[in-house]
């Protein structure tokens, strides 16, 4: 797979005060993160109509605290038809998706709350939870896309969100999967070794761990450096070319 990989970090986190479940076999369900505003039926999503990936007639209500159920999520990105929507024209954290292109992949990371039979735990890692080869990009857009994009991303929040309220076509970027797509039906591991083996800083050198940053723990070193969107891997380069083997290699090792 030769694409560019963008990781892209996802889903409820610290802030929000819950995270999406991981359970003991690493099957997990994903929590987006919540709307900025209250978005009515039919086109808001409220976390009490989110279901379970892997049985659609279980929702997911075990793991959302109770006064969210009736909130609406921004349910983005949607592993439905395939499809991330952001802010790329005005906001920081995501203006090097711009130069994502056909071909691509964003590469879906989030941090997730391990959950026993008998509840939810203290215990939290980040993990990959699946991509999106991109085929099919929306640039800046400020009205209502044309048909073919419009029933393309019609399950896209963005999209959503703009049909109830006019004001939020608000220069926002749709990106779109092909077939080779995924959501992992069991989450990757993101570790400081693999981090170590895989990705680096801005400038290129490998991410700097616990006093080198201030005594933070591995999952706030972790947490800071996929902050913002960039590209983590460019196989068009020697070294970008080995890290990206060992990346696709370890997703195949944990992903089924």
């Known amino acids: 797979m030769a694409g560019r990989i963008y990781l892209v970090n996802v889903g409820t986190n610290a802030a929000h005060r819950f995270c999406s479940p991981i359970f003991q ?55 439905d038809t395939f499809s991330y929507g952001d802010n790329c024209d005005v906001n920081p954290r995501a203006m090097s998706l ?18 026993l039979p008998e509840g939810g735990t203290d215990r939290y890692g980040f993990f990959l939870v699946g991509y999106l080869h991109v085929d099919h ?30 004001s939020l076509w608000d220069s926002f970027w749709i990106f779109g999967g092909s077939s080779w797509s995924r959501r992992f039906h069991k989450a990757v591991p993101i570790t400081r070794e693999i ?39 460019d196989p068009g380069t020697e070294d970008g070319a080995k890290r990206a083997i060992l990346l696709w290699k370890w997703i195949e090792s944990y992903s089924d």
């Open 25 to 79: 076999d690493r099957t997990f369900e994903f929590i987006p993160i919540p709307e900025d505003r209250f978005i009515p039926q039919p086109n808001g999503v409220l976390y009490g109509d989110l279901h379970s990936f892997y049985d659609p007639s279980k929702n997911l209500d075990s793991y959302i605290p109770k006064r969210f159920l009736e909130e609406t999520t921004h349910n983005d990105p949607e592993f």
């Open 98 to 115: 711009r130069n994502v292109e056909r071909g691509d992949f964003l590469m879906f990371i989030a941090r997730l709350n391990h959950w």
């Open 137 to 166: 990009i929306i640039s800046s857009v400020t009205s209502i896309p044309l048909n073919a994009d419009l029933e393309r991303f019609s399950s896209n929040a963005h999209i959503r969100r703009a049909m109830y309220d006019s």
């Open 195 to 233: 981090c170590d083996q895989i990705f680096r800083a801005a400038d290129g050198s490998k991410w700097k761990w616990g006093m080198n940053e201030g005594g933070r723990s591995d999952l706030q070193v972790i947490g800071s450096y996929t902050r913002t969107c960039r590209c983590s891997i």
